[in-house]
């Protein structure tokens, strides 16, 4: 039952605009793909369910979404408990607070934003008590923004080498969030600047897969796939917007 204070009508209704934003994204995220010559299917969309009721996410869900991403692990652990089937993969994309480590190693299926040596570490450790290997991304701060988290772009190889050498993390590839801007087109840079520093720790680091880009937002999601995104991460253009919380 959908809570009434959220005030966003029944539940079919809901759905029906669910579905009408999710099929305006996915042509959205095929028509990118055509222009950057790769397949659709090549694109992860990471539903951004953060602050919304795990309602939301059942419904997404039953419209084909299989991956959803959180950023407050208080918020996303009840949600987790409430819902999680075998083909569902939450993704922890907030910053990795050590204290919080061992419950996001309980719960969480990805982590996409390892930017500190310590809670790397921590995270290991945890993995290693429950006997799991946890898929990670690195998240760089590419345009230096004193707001954002993420390493520097100097900093990353070495980074990079340190956290590869950790057995329970399974480095998959780099994550960044560009800067807000009112055209899309201007965080381009940002976007190629990530998949370049991809492309030399190919080089440097070829024990680890570096499949994943995850770049892009519902501001700027599609520049984000035509520079080599292989993960999106979308809330607003999905589930619209947020509940004051």
């Given at each position: 039952?959908?809570?009434?204070?959220?005030a966003?009508g029944?539940?079919?209704?809901?759905?029906?605009?669910?579905?009408?934003?999710?099929?305006?994204v996915?042509?959205?995220?095929?028509?990118?793909?055509?222009?950057?010559?790769r397949?659709?299917?090549e694109i992860?969309?990471?539903?951004?369910?953060k602050?919304f009721?795990v309602e939301?996410?059942?419904?997404?869900?039953?419209?084909?979404?299989?991956?959803?991403g959180?950023?407050?692990?208080?918020?996303a652990?009840?949600?987790?408990?409430?819902?999680?089937?075998?083909?569902?993969?939450?993704?922890?994309?907030?910053?990795?607070?050590?204290n919080?480590?061992?419950?996001?190693?309980?719960?969480?299926?990805?982590?996409e934003?390892?930017?500190?040596?310590h809670?790397?570490q921590?995270?290991?450790?945890?993995?290693?008590?429950?006997?799991?290997r946890?898929?990670?991304?690195?998240?760089?701060?590419?345009?230096?923004?004193?707001s954002?988290?993420?390493v520097?772009?100097?900093?990353?190889p070495?980074?990079?080498?340190?956290?590869?050498?950790l057995?329970?993390?399974?480095?998959?590839?780099?994550?960044?969030v560009?800067?807000?801007?009112?055209d899309a087109?201007?965080?381009?840079p940002?976007?190629?600047t990530?998949?370049q520093?991809?492309?030399?720790l190919?080089?440097?680091?070829p024990?680890?897969?570096?499949?994943?880009?995850?770049m892009g937002?519902t501001?700027?999601?599609?520049?984000a796939i035509?520079e080599?995104?292989?993960?999106v991460?979308?809330?607003r253009a999905?589930f619209?917007?947020?509940?004051r919380q």
């Amino acid at each position: 039952m959908m809570t009434e204070s959220y005030a966003y009508g029944t539940e079919e209704q809901l759905q029906e605009r669910l579905a009408t934003n999710l099929a305006r994204v996915r042509n959205r995220i095929a028509e990118a793909a055509a222009r950057g010559g790769r397949h659709p299917e090549e694109i992860t969309l990471v539903a951004v369910s953060k602050t919304f009721p795990v309602e939301f996410v059942k419904i997404a869900y039953n419209l084909g979404v299989t991956d959803f991403g959180e950023n407050r692990v208080q918020e996303a652990l009840p949600k987790i408990a409430a819902f999680h089937p075998p083909t569902l993969r939450w993704h922890m994309i907030g910053r990795l607070q050590s204290n919080k480590a061992k419950k996001v190693a309980e719960a969480f299926d990805w982590v996409e934003s390892i930017e500190s040596w310590h809670s790397a570490q921590v995270l290991n450790r945890h993995a290693a008590s429950l006997g799991r290997r946890i898929p990670i991304l690195l998240e760089v701060n590419v345009a230096g923004e004193s707001s954002k988290g993420g390493v520097g772009p100097d900093e990353l190889p070495e980074f990079a080498r340190q956290v590869a050498a950790l057995p329970q993390l399974e480095v998959q590839g780099l994550m960044t969030v560009a800067p807000l801007v009112s055209d899309a087109e201007e965080v381009r840079p940002v976007f190629r600047t990530l998949r370049q520093l991809r492309e030399r720790l190919r080089t440097l680091l070829p024990q680890c897969p570096w499949q994943h880009l995850s770049m892009g937002m519902t501001d700027d999601y599609w520049v984000a796939i035509e520079e080599g995104a292989t993960i999106v991460r979308i809330g607003r253009a999905i589930f619209g917007e947020r509940p004051r919380q």
